[in-house]
Protein backbone atom coordinates (compact mmCIF):
# COMPACT_ATOMS: atom_id res chain seq x y z
CA UNK A 1 0.00 0.00 0.00
CA UNK A 2 1.48 3.24 -0.81
CA UNK A 3 1.21 6.07 1.48
CA UNK A 4 2.62 9.99 1.59
CA UNK A 5 5.14 11.23 3.47
CA UNK A 6 7.46 14.23 3.56
CA UNK A 7 11.24 14.08 2.84
CA UNK A 8 13.76 16.53 3.39
CA UNK A 9 16.47 16.71 0.87
CA UNK A 10 19.73 18.07 0.99
CA UNK A 11 20.59 20.74 -2.73
CA UNK A 12 22.81 17.72 -3.86
CA UNK A 13 20.34 15.01 -3.82
CA UNK A 14 17.19 17.29 -4.73
CA UNK A 15 19.78 17.75 -7.43
CA UNK A 16 20.43 14.54 -8.40
CA UNK A 17 16.52 13.47 -8.13
CA UNK A 18 15.91 17.18 -10.63
CA UNK A 19 18.07 15.23 -13.44
CA UNK A 20 16.65 11.72 -13.28
CA UNK A 21 12.95 13.24 -13.51
CA UNK A 22 12.66 16.60 -15.29
CA UNK A 23 11.91 14.99 -18.68
CA UNK A 24 8.55 13.19 -17.60
CA UNK A 25 5.28 15.04 -17.22
CA UNK A 26 4.36 14.02 -13.85
CA UNK A 27 7.51 15.02 -12.02
CA UNK A 28 5.82 13.94 -8.42
CA UNK A 29 4.57 10.58 -9.13
CA UNK A 30 8.16 10.02 -11.01
CA UNK A 31 10.00 11.04 -8.21
CA UNK A 32 8.32 8.92 -6.65
CA UNK A 33 8.45 6.01 -8.43
CA UNK A 34 12.33 6.99 -8.65
CA UNK A 35 13.17 7.02 -5.40
CA UNK A 36 10.81 3.81 -4.56
CA UNK A 37 13.74 2.12 -7.58
CA UNK A 38 16.52 3.66 -5.86
CA UNK A 39 15.81 2.36 -2.57
CA UNK A 40 15.27 -0.96 -4.11
CA UNK A 41 18.34 -1.34 -6.32
CA UNK A 42 20.15 -0.46 -3.08
CA UNK A 43 18.68 -2.93 -0.74
CA UNK A 44 19.10 -5.54 -4.01
CA UNK A 45 23.01 -4.24 -3.91
CA UNK A 46 23.62 -5.03 -0.10
CA UNK A 47 21.62 -7.98 0.04
CA UNK A 48 24.10 -9.44 -2.39
CA UNK A 49 27.49 -7.84 -0.88
CA UNK A 50 26.67 -9.04 2.83
CA UNK A 51 30.62 -10.62 3.42
CA UNK A 52 30.76 -13.90 4.77
CA UNK A 53 31.94 -13.11 8.67
CA UNK A 54 31.22 -15.35 12.01
CA UNK A 55 28.43 -15.06 14.13
CA UNK A 56 31.21 -13.53 16.79
CA UNK A 57 32.71 -11.28 13.86
CA UNK A 58 29.70 -9.66 13.34
CA UNK A 59 29.58 -9.64 17.13
CA UNK A 60 32.52 -7.66 16.92
CA UNK A 61 31.76 -5.51 14.22
CA UNK A 62 28.33 -4.51 15.57
CA UNK A 63 30.27 -3.54 18.80
CA UNK A 64 32.57 -1.24 17.30
CA UNK A 65 30.55 0.62 15.06
CA UNK A 66 27.90 1.57 17.82
CA UNK A 67 26.96 5.14 17.66
CA UNK A 68 29.13 5.35 14.46
CA UNK A 69 26.63 6.80 11.49
CA UNK A 70 28.75 6.29 8.70
CA UNK A 71 26.09 6.74 5.78
CA UNK A 72 25.93 10.56 6.12
CA UNK A 73 28.30 10.78 3.80
CA UNK A 74 29.25 7.85 1.39
CA UNK A 75 32.71 8.17 1.63
CA UNK A 76 32.65 7.72 5.26
CA UNK A 77 31.72 4.02 4.61
CA UNK A 78 35.68 3.49 3.97
CA UNK A 79 36.33 4.00 7.65
CA UNK A 80 34.72 0.95 8.67
CA UNK A 81 37.90 -0.64 8.82
CA UNK A 82 39.68 1.93 10.97
CA UNK A 83 36.55 2.19 13.54
CA UNK A 84 36.80 -2.29 13.64
CA UNK A 85 40.71 -1.45 14.09
CA UNK A 86 39.91 1.15 16.77
CA UNK A 87 37.89 -1.07 18.47
CA UNK A 88 40.46 -4.08 18.47
CA UNK A 89 43.50 -1.91 19.46
CA UNK A 90 41.78 0.32 22.16
CA UNK A 91 38.90 -1.69 23.69
CA UNK A 92 40.00 -5.13 23.04
CA UNK A 93 36.62 -6.18 20.92
CA UNK A 94 38.79 -9.26 19.24
CA UNK A 95 39.23 -10.52 22.93
CA UNK A 96 35.80 -9.92 24.03
CA UNK A 97 34.45 -11.81 20.98
CA UNK A 98 37.22 -13.80 21.03
CA UNK A 99 38.19 -13.69 17.62
CA UNK A 100 41.13 -12.95 16.01
CA UNK A 101 41.08 -9.77 15.04
CA UNK A 102 43.90 -9.28 12.72
CA UNK A 103 42.38 -12.14 10.64
CA UNK A 104 39.18 -10.03 10.89
CA UNK A 105 40.93 -6.64 9.58
CA UNK A 106 42.60 -8.26 6.60
CA UNK A 107 39.30 -9.77 5.39
CA UNK A 108 38.03 -6.17 6.19
CA UNK A 109 40.49 -4.30 4.61
CA UNK A 110 40.12 -6.82 1.21
CA UNK A 111 36.37 -5.67 1.19
CA UNK A 112 35.28 -3.33 -1.99
CA UNK A 113 32.82 -0.46 -1.33
CA UNK A 114 29.63 -2.56 -1.51
CA UNK A 115 31.16 -4.86 0.96
CA UNK A 116 31.79 -2.62 3.42
CA UNK A 117 28.48 -0.75 2.42
CA UNK A 118 26.30 -3.96 3.11
CA UNK A 119 28.17 -4.13 6.92
CA UNK A 120 27.74 -0.15 8.02
CA UNK A 121 23.91 -1.04 6.63
CA UNK A 122 23.85 -4.59 8.47
CA UNK A 123 24.80 -3.17 11.80
CA UNK A 124 22.69 0.05 11.79
CA UNK A 125 19.65 -2.13 11.17
CA UNK A 126 21.01 -3.92 13.92
CA UNK A 127 21.47 -1.24 16.36
CA UNK A 128 18.03 0.12 15.74
CA UNK A 129 16.70 -2.34 18.12
CA UNK A 130 19.48 -3.14 20.65
CA UNK A 131 16.94 -4.96 23.22
CA UNK A 132 16.97 -7.28 19.91
CA UNK A 133 19.69 -10.57 19.70
CA UNK A 134 21.64 -9.59 17.34
CA UNK A 135 22.67 -13.26 16.16
CA UNK A 136 18.62 -14.20 15.89
CA UNK A 137 18.41 -10.77 13.86
CA UNK A 138 21.59 -11.57 11.24
CA UNK A 139 19.80 -15.18 10.73
CA UNK A 140 16.28 -13.81 9.64
CA UNK A 141 18.30 -11.60 7.95
CA UNK A 142 20.05 -14.60 5.83
CA UNK A 143 23.53 -12.78 6.77
CA UNK A 144 24.54 -15.92 8.92
CA UNK A 145 23.67 -18.93 7.00
Not at 19 to 29: F, I, K, N, S, V
Not at 106 to 134: G, S
Request: net charge negative; charged share 35%.
Amino acid sequence: MARQISIWFQDETERLLSERTQTHDDAEGSRSRLIAGLIARYDEVVRRSIPQLSEKEWMLVADALNGIWLLEEPRHVHYTELEIADGIRLNKLDTKWEVDGDELLRKVHALDYARRLAIVDVVERLWCDPQADFAVKLREWGVLR
